[in-house]
């Protein structure tokens, strides 16, 4: 059965860091690339980070440099290391394969509000 779950948003100040964390089951995880993304209100949901199973990474312009994806394979875990966040990084992260069918799956995502 799908599911994953992502944890560690909440409220930081510009310039601050987070570390987001998502549990996928195996049927997603395995052997596949997952990425972050995220989206903000009235936008669409974007691509900002992916990750494959030998892990080489890819960031969207917006945030390379500051953000880091990682993958533990024995865990089933992804994790997005957010530093220099900024105000218009704020959104709801969701995790999922890279790539995902916006009409799949997806879990409930997390929360990351950056005030200024």
């Known amino acids: 059965q799908a599911q994953l779950v992502e944890s560690g948003g909440g409220l930081v100040q510009a310039g601050g860091s987070l570390t987001l964390s998502c549990a996928a089951s195996?049927?997603?995880?395995?052997?596949?690339?997952m990425g972050w993304y995220r989206q903000a209100p009235g936008k669409q949901r974007e691509l900002v980070a992916s990750i494959t199973s030998g892990g080489a990474t890819n960031y969207a312009h917006s945030v390379k440099g500051r953000f880091t994806i990682s993958r533990d394979n024995a865990k089933n875990t992804v994790y997005l290391q957010m530093n220099s966040l900024k105000p218009e990084d704020t959104a709801v992260y969701y995790c999922?394969?890279?790539?995902?069918?916006?009409?799949?799956?997806w879990g409930q995502g997390t929360q990351v509000t950056v005030s200024s």
């Open positions: 999922n394969r890279n790539p995902a069918s916006p009409w799949g799956y």
């Open positions: 195996g049927n997603i995880f395995s052997r596949n690339a």
